[in-house]
């Protein structure tokens, strides 16, 4: 059974400040996910990583996936309020099966001022 | 372009009780998706249609939870009868294709409570 665990689990951040999310999987997968979602409010798509070695960057985050060590990272730099929600990774195991998401716990992130 | 459709957006109902979703995808979308969201945790695939054909339910509760999705545009999840544990949130999402394209576009959700 495909195992997805995210830490920390909760992260209170300053205004400023650098932190990384940790995303590790149990199995072997080059299809990983980054979801970000506020509070009563739905899935958003921010970063598909298809690779291993990938990286992608949009504004405050980078995302980046290591397929030999089943680790993703999602890095937060100079974090703003506008940040503060929580965020899940989802690994997808089943190559040319269709897109079988198995989702992490999330991180829940608080960026305060 | 539209996004995933869902209804309704709460619902509160007893124990025993059955209670119906529905989802309308994106248009075009060949693949839909149901997972259930428990507070606190992350969404649990629930089922997965290609066209109106089941690709995978194998963590849907077959006892209580069915899923169609006749025509292979809309979908309803059906629940009967509820238990207290199946209060949470129903998201719905759709992709484009089964494999090779990789994103999954999420509804708004039926937040459901079983009391």
């Known amino acids: 059974e495909l195992k997805v665990e995210q830490n920390p689990l909760f992260l209170s951040m300053q205004e400023g400040k650098n932190y990384t999310i940790y995303c590790n999987y149990s199995?072997?997968?080059?299809?990983l996910y980054w979801y970000r979602q506020d509070p009563g409010k739905s899935l958003e798509s921010l970063f598909v990583?298809?690779?291993?070695?990938a990286v992608k960057q949009e504004g405050r985050l980078m995302a980046s996936l290591d397929t030999k060590a089943r680790l993703s990272t999602l890095h937060i730099t100079a974090a703003v309020h506008d940040l503060s929600a929580t965020y899940f990774c989802?690994?997808?195991?089943?190559?040319?099966?269709?897109?079988?998401?198995?989702f992490g716990g999330g991180t829940r992130l608080m960026v305060k001022p | 372009e539209a996004g995933v459709a869902q209804s309704p957006r709460y619902k509160i109902i007893e124990k025993r009780q059955s209670v119906a979703f529905w989802c309308n995808p994106i248009?075009?979308?060949?693949?839909l998706y149901w997972y259930q969201q428990i507070l606190g945790q992350g969404p649990k695939l629930l089922i997965q249609f290609q066209n109106n054909g089941v690709v995978d339910d194998s963590q849907l509760p077959k006892d209580r939870f069915s899923a169609e999705r006749l025509k292979g545009v809309d979908s309803t999840l059906k629940i009967q009868p509820a238990k207290l544990e199946d209060s949470a949130v129903y998201l719905c999402a759709s992709s484009p294709r089964t494999s090779g394209s990789y994103e999954q576009y999420f509804g708004p959700g039926t937040r459901l409570t079983v009391t």
């Open positions: 989802a690994v997808d195991p089943r190559h040319g099966a269709g897109n079988m998401l198995t």
């Open positions: 990583l298809l690779s291993n070695g």
């Open positions: 248009s075009g979308h060949a693949t």
């Open positions: 199995t072997t997968s080059d299809r």
